[in-house]
């Protein structure tokens, strides 16, 4: 391949300056020049970031063919390019992509290689969630780490910038230029559907510290960070995947909240930037989403912020994009807001079709195209592509789910998980006295590639530490003859360790708790996803919070129970009353220790 690679540069007249960092807009001039050769269609491709089924790009399973010729119209991923010329591809565990590492890699090569193949060919960027915690496309044996609302109760900036070098050095063995990464929402919504533990927390500024960090951790490792969602989705009881979120900020709260995170991110370099699909009326009273807003992307986050690199949207298949205009108008709205990449749309014909017509007829300008081409081009330069786009086997196993990277892993995740209740010092348990545990609970389906399911995870982990622990799933939504078979089996038990999920007022998860409770046995509950959950407890003798049920994550909270390491977290949200929400129960900060 370098021979081939050497050509591709050479006839691209791109020298090997473009690939390394430096300032922003260096090679403009020659960016220019390749952007003056392409023709409109080229130019309509390089805006589109797309799915695409199949762990090949050329021989996926027939099942991956069908749904692509279903939903795309192609074979293929060499199929989608070539029709197409997307500028970006997004990796999907659900569309088959990340099956394991030394896959990814061929599959990034292959989608490299049929891009650089075709005349005027770019190298792509190659994107995906990889948020970790409960937000991971990509699985193990690649490392996975504790999620965002875990980093914020760690509260470590260095912390956030190792996740970010790891995971950055990760996603590049494997092709991945592109991550859309951190979320830099301010959650301050208990309710919050769609954010919640993807958020660092509850403080602006403690957020903002953090995602300051992370971008510098994965653009250290040539991967490109993405904060979103602009201009936050922080209070929000809405998802954007099914309805239209309205935010009802003022301009003074926006400022003071959930804008602070974002100018970190602009201050400290990040590469993209991901809008969201909410309307804000105090920034725009139009009553369109964010995505679609000139004030909002081209007055405030081009103008006011003073940012200059990728804009890209988020998901065009989700609703809150879809409900007032069609997906023949989104596309071409997006640009004329400001945005530079459009994200997966539902229907890529229609989209495309739609961006190519509106500049043949005169509302988009090719100029604007241009104009957002150079800025993914700048981007693809300053991550190296145009010198090398390919990566190697050899690469993928020096630096994938290494002993060093999951080590690393395992030491952050000690450093997050929360002790919020610690009733007569019951933990850290005694092997002596409380030597066999039940461990119940919820089992939510796990978070990519992680081995689950929660009760499992913490059943073994307490097991490898010297307990003996058996594991009883008990669900999220436990019925009555689940809960009495769980209450037996905890009168066989010295302690009870139970892991809930998302326990509201009506919950028999809350049913189940307090029936182990009243076995008189120490009952220890781990809130496996959002902390809240500890309110409509009161009754449980000790109570952690693990911000997710990855298996760095759990495996962490054992070692707290077990009491091989100490607790070391504090709540980055507040936790308020059940019973009144107005009153705070345990404050942001609050975190025992032993």
């Known amino acids: 391949m370098p021979s081939r690679r050497t050509v591709l540069a050479a006839t691209m007249g791109v020298t090997a300056s473009l690939a390394i960092g430096g300032t922003a807009h260096a090679d403009d001039t020659r960016l220019r020049s390749l952007i003056s050769r392409m023709t409109?269609?080229?130019?309509?491709?390089?805006?589109?970031?797309m799915r695409v089924y199949g762990h090949s790009a050329t021989a996926p399973d027939?099942?991956?063919?069908?749904?692509?010729?279903?939903?795309?119209?192609?074979?293929?991923?060499?199929?989608?390019?070539?029709?197409?010329?997307?500028?970006?591809?997004?990796?999907?565990?659900?569309?088959?992509?990340?099956?394991?590492?030394?896959?990814?890699?061929?599959?990034?090569?292959?989608?490299?290689?049929?891009?650089?193949?075709?005349?005027?060919?770019?190298?792509?960027?190659?994107?995906?969630?990889?948020?970790?915690?409960?937000?991971?496309?990509?699985?193990?044996?690649?490392?996975?780490?504790?999620?965002?609302?875990?980093?914020?109760?760690?509260?470590?900036?260095?912390?956030?910038?190792?996740?970010?070098?790891?995971?950055?050095?990760?996603?590049?063995?494997?092709?991945?230029?592109?991550?859309?990464?951190?979320?830099?929402d301010v959650n301050v919504n208990p309710?919050?559907?769609?954010?919640?533990?993807?958020?660092?927390?509850?403080?602006?500024?403690?957020?903002?510290?953090?995602?300051?960090?992370?971008?510098?951790?994965?653009?250290?490792?040539?991967?490109?960070a993405t904060a979103k969602h602009f201009p936050g989705h922080g209070d929000t009881a809405v998802d954007s995947h099914f309805g239209f979120p309205v935010i009802t900020h003022s301009r003074?709260?926006?400022?003071?909240?959930?804008?602070?995170?974002?100018?970190?991110?602009?201050?400290?370099?990040?590469?993209?930037?991901?809008?969201?699909?909410?309307?804000?009326?105090?920034?725009?009273?139009?009553?369109?989403p964010a995505t679609l807003s000139h004030p909002i992307l081209t007055g405030i986050l081009r103008g006011e912020l003073g940012y200059d690199g990728v804009v890209i949207t988020d998901s065009l298949g989700m609703e809150g994009v879809r409900q007032k205009y069609g997906d023949d108008r989104v596309p071409v709205l997006a640009l004329k807001a400001g945005?530079?990449?459009?994200?997966?749309?539902?229907?890529?014909?229609?989209?495309?079709?739609?961006?190519?017509?509106?500049?043949?007829?005169?509302?988009?300008?090719?100029?604007?195209?241009?104009?957002?081409?150079?800025?993914?081009?700048?981007?693809?330069?300053?991550?190296?592509?145009?010198?090398?786009?390919?990566?190697?086997?050899?690469?993928?196993s020096r630096t994938v789910g290494t002993r060093s990277h999951l080590a690393a892993a395992d030491r952050i995740a000690e450093r997050t998980t929360t002790l919020l209740v610690n009733k007569e010092g019951l933990l850290p348990l005694s092997r002596r006295t409380h030597g066999k545990v039940l461990v119940v609970g919820a089992d939510p389906a796990s978070p990519s590639g992680t081995t689950g399911p929660p009760t499992g995870v913490l059943a073994t982990a307490l097991g490898e530490l010297g307990f003996t622990a058996t594991a009883r799933s008990t669900g999220t939504d436990p019925s009555a003859a689940t809960v009495a078979a769980a209450v037996a089996a905890a009168r066989e038990a010295d302690a009870v360790v139970v892991a809930t999920y998302n326990v509201t007022a009506g919950s028999s998860q809350r049913t189940l708790v307090e029936q182990l409770v009243a076995t008189g046995r120490p009952v220890v509950a781990v809130a496996v996803r959002n902390p809240y959950d500890v309110a409509q407890l009161p009754s449980v003798a000790a109570y952690l919070a693990s911000y997710s049920w990855t298996d760095v994550e759990l495996r962490a909270a054992a070692r707290v129970i077990a009491g091989r390491v100490r607790p070391r977290g504090k709540l980055p949200v507040a936790v308020q009353r059940a019973d009144d929400p107005a009153q705070v129960l345990y404050p942001v900060g609050h975190g025992l220790s032993y």
């Open 40 to 49: 409109l269609p080229e130019k309509v491709g390089q805006l589109f970031v």
């Open 62 to 184: 027939q099942a991956d063919i069908d749904a692509n010729l279903s939903e795309i119209g192609v074979r293929t991923a060499a199929e989608l390019i070539a029709k197409y010329r997307v500028g970006g591809i997004i990796y999907f565990t659900w569309a088959h992509n990340t099956r394991d590492p030394h896959q990814i890699a061929d599959l990034s090569n292959g989608i490299q290689k049929a891009s650089l193949s075709q005349p005027r060919g770019l190298p792509v960027l190659v994107a995906t969630d990889q948020e970790h915690g409960i937000v991971c496309r990509i699985g193990a044996p690649a490392t996975l780490f504790p999620g965002a609302m875990a980093i914020g109760a760690g509260g470590s900036r260095d912390d956030a910038r190792t996740l970010g070098r790891i995971s950055g050095a990760e996603l590049r063995a494997m092709g991945v230029n592109q991550d859309y990464s951190p979320d830099a």
């Open 191 to 224: 309710a919050n559907p769609v954010i919640g533990v993807r958020s660092f927390g509850a403080d602006p500024d403690a957020v903002a510290g953090l995602v300051a960090a992370e971008v510098k951790g994965y653009q250290s490792a040539q991967v490109a």
């Open 252 to 288: 003074e709260v926006w400022e003071a909240l959930d804008a602070v995170p974002f100018r970190a991110a602009v201050k400290a370099g990040i590469d993209s930037i991901m809008t969201a699909h909410i309307m804000v009326p105090a920034l725009d009273d139009s009553g369109d």
């Open 339 to 396: 945005v530079d990449q459009l994200l997966n749309p539902p229907s890529l014909d229609v989209a495309w079709n739609a961006v190519l017509k509106a500049v043949q007829g005169g509302e988009l300008t090719e100029a604007r195209l241009d104009e957002s081409i150079l800025r993914v081009l700048r981007l693809k330069a300053r991550l190296g592509l145009f010198q090398d786009a390919y990566v190697s086997q050899a690469g993928v």
